[in-house]
């Protein structure tokens, strides 16, 4: 049974163990509120100044998932890194920097766009900043950023879009890792690298509405807001082979593999339905801004062993087996 939030406070904790959903009204307002934590309670700001304390919501081992009237979902794993630390300021300055390193960094920028670091520190983003896991990406208006991953996957989030990642970790060594991002808003596209190479639930996008299994593709979608359709498209790489993704969500899964291959949905309790063909032309249109904003996939990492000069007519050959870039050059649909 789900417990709805009808008043400014509510006591979250009183008959919740975690497993049931709390419901917060008002259509997309949930998923453009601002997350704080205020000791045990969660605090949501709207864009209009409105307030929601959840009191207690951080009492649990596990806290809740957030749900809207139309059935988006903020998970209760995503909902604490939103939140953040219980005071940001006292964290980062009680705790010593750890020493991690970065997922990945911003290749390009357009207009404003920062990241809340999972201490709670805010930086704006520029080309060459680290990302680390725990981290959340949020875009202006009119703004956009493409990043490369340490796995070489890339992706892009458009204007008025937040992003959390959630957790990557990837070794070189071994070319094993997992990662976990989840979108909440905004038009997005990626293309996956060696980790998606290593089993069909390594790589995972996460939205409102459902979940995406990568499994070595180039999509582009859209987390949209309430009562909009979240849509989610398979598009060719650049060498024009066809991958596949899996997209799922409590009512069904769905798998897409063919170019143009799109689904569309409102609900995280509603199945995905069966996907349509559209042009590739009419979906680097729709996504444009997103897929532009994709970095080009990083060159194969050579070994580190010293240049030697060619021995006669191996450069050639060489070169010779280098094939032509064709990122987004298919029209076809």
């Keep these: ?10 006591t979250a904790s009183k008959d ?3 497993a049931t959903p709390i419901t ?16 045990p309670d969660l605090l949501l700001t709207g864009a209009d ?7 207690g919501y951080f009492n649990t081992e596990t806290p809740a998932d957030l749900i809207t009237e139309g059935g988006a ?5 995503l909902a604490t890194k939103l939140a953040g630390p219980v005071a940001p300021a006292e ?9 991690a390193d970065p997922i990945g960094r911003v290749e390009t920028v357009e207009g404003g766009a920062e990241v809340t670091r999972a201490d709670g520190t805010k930086i704006t983003l520029g080309q060459g900043a680290p990302l680390f896991s725990g981290d959340v990406i949020e875009t202006a208006e009119d703004a956009s950023v493409g990043i490369v991953l340490a796995d070489d996957s890339t992706l892009s989030l458009a204007e008025s879009g937040r992003m959390v990642m959630d957790e990557i970790a990837y070794d070189p060594a071994t070319e094993t890792g997992n990662a976990t991002i989840s979108v909440v808003q905004g038009v997005f596209s990626f293309v996956s690298g060696q980790i998606a190479k290593v089993g069909p639930d390594a790589m995972v996008l996460r939205t409102p509405v459902a979940n995406i299994g990568i499994r070595g593709t180039k999509i582009a979608g859209v987390a949209a807001a309430e009562g909009q359709e979240n849509t989610i498209s398979l598009l060719p790489d650049a060498d ?26 409102a609900s995280a309790f509603q199945a995905p339905p069966k996907p349509i063909i559209v042009p590739v032309a009419q979906i680097q249109k729709q996504y ?12 194969p990492q050579q070994d580190n062993a010293p240049e030697e000069a060619p021995v006669d007519g191996e450069e050639a050959a060489a070169e010779g087996d280098v094939l032509p870039e064709g990122e987004g050059e298919n029209p076809e649909g």
């Design 1 to 10: 049974m789900e417990q709805a939030v009808q008043d400014p406070i509510i």
């Design 16 to 18: 919740l163990d975690g």
């Design 24 to 39: 917060v009204p008002g259509g997309p307002w949930l998923m453009n509120a601002d997350f704080a934590r205020l000791g």
């Design 49 to 55: 100044g409105q307030e929601q304390l959840l009191t």
């Design 73 to 77: 979902v903020i998970a209760g794993d």
């Design 91 to 99: 964290f980062a300055q009680a705790a010593p920097a750890a020493v």
């Design 240 to 265: 024009g082979s066809i991958g596949e993704i899996a997209v799922s969500n409590s009512a069904g899964t769905i798998v897409l593999n063919q170019a143009g291959a799109t689904t569309s949905l």
């Design 288 to 299: 444009s801004k997103a897929l532009n904003s994709l970095p080009a996939k990083p060159a």
